[in-house]
Every structure is written in structure tokens, then in C-alpha cells.
């Protein structure tokens, strides 16, 4: 079975912290990697996605990618009491059915003022 | 913009009954999904649909039925609706790149 692996949290990080958000998946093979947030109540909305190994930036939003060690995570720079929310890990393992993301069960993210 | 849009935001029925979950997206993608959302479970994968009258189960089909007639419109029926069908219920599209967008979520409650 594969999987995708989060720390359900509550992740608790300061106003105007760095939030450190991470996931580990199984499938070596996995070629695309996707972050969403879900706020109490609501639906996912994606964040951003990283294929390739490094860093990807997006505003106060970091992905970083190592696939060596199957491993994705999200930074949030200057964490603002707006970012509390679930934060899901998505994967699309390889060879998988067409659209079909694996996704974690998400990290609970708490910004305290 | 993707627009993903489900037919009711909640909804409450009775057990026994047949519950119709209609999503809509504007934006001509080939693949749609529904999934089912509880507390500690995460996001369950019922059925998806990868082409106008083609259907593929997910981890929990039990239960549950699809129909796509057409390209934009993804239905979901519970066919004897029971309390432990109890849930949100979440559709989503996605792009050739597999990039998923989910409509706003339907929570039902079976009586």
C-alpha cells in the first residue's frame, strides 16, 4: 500500500516564525508532489507543487523536495496567525491511474499572536 | 480561474433514502473525483473518472455510485443512503499535470 506520511500536529509556531511542515512518502518512484491547505470547515486549496529535487518558492511559501530520501516539506517564512490551518501532502506515484494523488492526512497548523 | 461547483453545501436525509452529489467543473478537465473526508480518516478516494462514461473505483466504492454523461458533470449517488455515510464529501478535478481543484464540499448528515 502506499502511503504518505505527516505529523498530524498541532504543529504551534509563534506569529512571524518560520513553520516547518514535513512529509515522507514510499513510493520511490513518485514523480509529482503537491501541497494544499484546508482550512476548518472548507475544502482544499492547493498551495503549490514541486517535481523536481530543490527548492521551489512561491511568496512566504517554500517547497523542497528530496527525493533520495522521499521526503517533501513546507516552509512558511513570517507564519501569520491566517496560516492556521491543515496542511495536506499530495503524491502521484508512478504508474499510478491518470489524476490520481495519494494524499497524507495533514499537519494541524496553530499560529499564536 | 478553475471553478469546481457542488450542488449543495449541505444537505440532510434520511436513511434509506437515494442521495444525489452533483459537481460541476468549467474548466474542460478530463479527470474528476470524489472523495469522502472524516476526522483522523483523511481524504478517502470513492470513484474517479478519467472520460465521459468511464468509471474507476477508489479504496471505498461500498455503498456508493458514479455516473459522468457528461465531460463537466460528475455525479455521486448513494443508493440506500445509512448514518455511516455521514460525511463531507469533497469533488475535485484535475489538469493533464495532475494538479487537483475541489469544489467547496457537501456535508451530509443520514438520520
Known amino acids: 500500500q502506499k502511503e504518505v506520511e505527516q505529523n498530524s500536529g498541532p504543529l504551534s509556531v509563534p506569529e512571524g516564525a518560520i513553520a516547518s511542515l514535513n512529509c515522507t512518502y514510499s513510493?520511490?518512484?513518485?514523480?509529482?508532489f503537491f501541497w494544499y491547505r484546508q482550512y476548518s470547515g472548507k475544502s482544499p486549496e492547493l498551495i503549490m507543487f514541486?517535481?523536481?529535487?530543490g527548492d521551489k518558492e512561491d511568496g512566504r511559501f517554500t517547497a523542497q523536495l528530496n527525493k533520495a530520501s522521499q521526503y517533501v516539506s513546507l516552509l512558511i517564512r513570517d507564519s501569520q496567525p491566517s496560516d492556521s490551518a491543515t496542511y495536506l501532502c499530495a503524491v502521484k506515484e508512478y504508474g499510478g491511474s491518470q489524476g490520481n494523488l495519494i494524499f497524507g492526512k495533514g499537519t494541524k497548523l496553530s499560529v499564536k499572536p | 480561474d478553475v471553478k469546481v461547483t457542488q450542488s449543495s453545501r449541505y444537505l440532510v436525509k434520511r436513511t434509506g433514502e437515494k442521495v444525489f452529489l452533483e459537481c460541476v467543473q468549467d474548466?474542460?478537465?478530463?479527470?474528476m473525483f470524489w472523495y469522502r473526508q472524516d476526522p483522523g480518516l483523511g481524504l478517502r478516494l470513492i470513484y474517479f473518472?478519467?472520460?465521459?462514461?468511464?468509471?474507476e473505483k477508489g479504496d471505498i466504492p461500498e455503498g456508493y455510485s458514479v455516473s459522468r454523461e457528461k465531460k463537466e458533470r460528475f455525479s455521486l449517488i448513494l443508493e440506500s443512503a445509512s448514518t455511516n455515510q455521514t460525511s463531507m464529501y469533497l469533488c475535485?478535478?484535475?489538469?493533464?499535470?495532475?494538479?487537483?481543484?475541489f469544489g467547496p464540499g457537501t456535508r451530509l448528515t443520514v438520520l
Open positions: 513510493d520511490r518512484g513518485s514523480q509529482s
Open positions: 473518472s478519467y472520460d465521459v462514461k468511464m468509471k
Open positions: 474548466m474542460d478537465h478530463e479527470n
Open positions: 475535485a478535478s484535475s489538469t493533464s499535470t495532475d494538479t487537483q481543484y
Open positions: 514541486i517535481y523536481s529535487n
